[in-house]
């Protein structure tokens, strides 16, 4: 599958908290994304985002492929949020407005309640700026 839907269609946030571009590519378990640093950003101070925010983009990231998922099983988009993260690294401490970043989620186990994805963030260069293992809980499924 190469066209997927807007992520606005896939990822349960509204502009201007919804911060990725597109979803870029995705199987189950998998999906990569992509997102621009923009002026407008909530999180984006004197021209730059922290990066420590990159948690909630890559929180983002899953959130895609989670929504493909469902789209692609013709299900509703599910809420569900970051209940814990392990071993982040930052590999920089923060990014400027205009960089485009490449964002990955791989689930790594999960059950229909809680599941737990592997994110990785990357620059332009394809140099590596964050990762996480996060853990998620899941809200329950929309009525058909």
Do not use: N
């Not at 929180?59 to 982040?88: D, N, T």
């Amino acid at each position: 599958m190469t066209a997927f839907p807007a992520v606005s269609e896939l990822v349960p946030h509204e502009p201007p908290v919804l911060a990725l571009d597109a979803l870029v590519a995705w199987r189950p378990g998998h999906a990569e994304a992509r997102l621009t640093v923009r002026p407008d950003d909530p999180f984006v101070r004197d021209g730059r985002l922290d990066a420590v925010v990159l948690l909630e983009y890559m929180a983002q990231a899953v959130a895609a492929c989670l929504g493909m998922e469902a789209y692609a099983g013709s299900g509703g988009v599910r809420v569900g949020m970051v209940i814990a993260c392990r071993q982040m690294a930052i590999r920089r401490p923060s990014l400027a407005v205009g960089e485009v970043l490449a964002i990955s989620a791989d689930r790594v186990r999960g059950t229909d309640a809680l599941s737990h994805y592997d994110g990785a963030v990357r620059d332009g260069d394809g140099e590596l700026v964050a990762s996480a293992t996060m853990t998620l809980v899941h809200g329950e499924k929309p009525p058909d």
